[in-house]
């Protein structure tokens, strides 16, 4: 009988050591996900898992390429990406990207099989892409988070495991975009045109990080790389800031048309490995309007009811607003 019973026990010990718990998660602000030390580090580790909620800030299609190719083999190309911001509601001044990439094996620390196929990275698409959330819609995101460059980003941690999968919950639709906050380049740049840098998050890029803002009076310092993804420079005349062109069907060769100065709405983005630095401004489409380098819901949320969107509120928006109403 004894014989029985410690061999029985045995038995059960790999069975036992089998049982993985499950990840720790926790409701929490983008403030509280973002806080960052003196050196920029993320200090968030309270859980392994998190869930989020606010309202999203642009369509994923005008931010990265998420066309899927399982034939490159280039170290670092992900090949097919999906990325989108959202930001916090009232005192919860922050926000956050959530990421996903086909070939996380041509990363030098992922296993050779660790990359989607193209049909697995469609169904991983399709599934995000269920929820049919639009900008402005209240999302609720719950997965597991990642430091990249400056920002702690909700993704699979370069994991395709189904268990590290994120989801995106729409909460509320049409909500509304929020009003892009006004900043000027004194508020991201010192007297020497160094990035202001607080760990305190008051003041500088880390206030406005990843959040929908808008820079009065700037030009371009030059234009040429105007395009898909180009990356110029606006500048007030004595500062300067980094702008990156998203994938919006409006940022084309020519159709820069932009008379100088103009005002600029996006989101202010960060990518450095220095942590402290690095901010840029991320445009995902342009309207063609003219005078303000933005996306059309962008100009729409600056001023809500400029139903014409020529920069005014006035008879004639009342008039658009009635002739709406009648239909």
Sequence with gaps: MRRFIVVAAIMSLP????VQAAPTVASVTHSELQAVNAS????????????????????PADMLDPTPDDTVTQL???????QIFFQGEGDDHAGTAVWMGQLYNNLPW???????????????LGRLNAAQFSPGDRIRVTGYYLSYNG????????NKNPDHNFTIELLE??????RPEAVTLDDLKDDNDNFIFDPTRQTGGERYQARLIKIEDVYFTDANDWGP??????????????????????IYAGSNNLNEPFDI?????????????????YVMNYDGNGSMLADREHRRADKPGDLDLDGIVDYDDINKLLEDWLK
């Design 15 to 18: 069975l036992v050591a089998a």
């Design 40 to 59: 920029g580090e993320q200090k968030y580790n309270a859980t392994e898992k998190v869930i989020l909620e606010g309202i999203l800030l642009h369509n």
């Design 76 to 82: 670092y190309n992900i090949s097919g990406q999906w």
């Design 110 to 124: 992922v296993a050779l099989d660790g990359g989607y196929t193209n049909a697995e990275f469609a169904a991983e």
């Design 151 to 158: 920002k702690l980003n909700v993704n699979e941690q370069h």
């Design 173 to 178: 639709q049409g909500v509304g975009l929020p």
């Design 229 to 250: 993804n180009g990356e110029l420079i606006i500048t007030d005349g004595i500062k300067t800031l980094d702008v990156k062109l998203g994938r919006g069907n409006g």
């Design 265 to 281: 709405i996006g989101i202010l983005d960060q990518e450095s490995p220095n942590l402290t630095d690095g901010y840029r401004l």
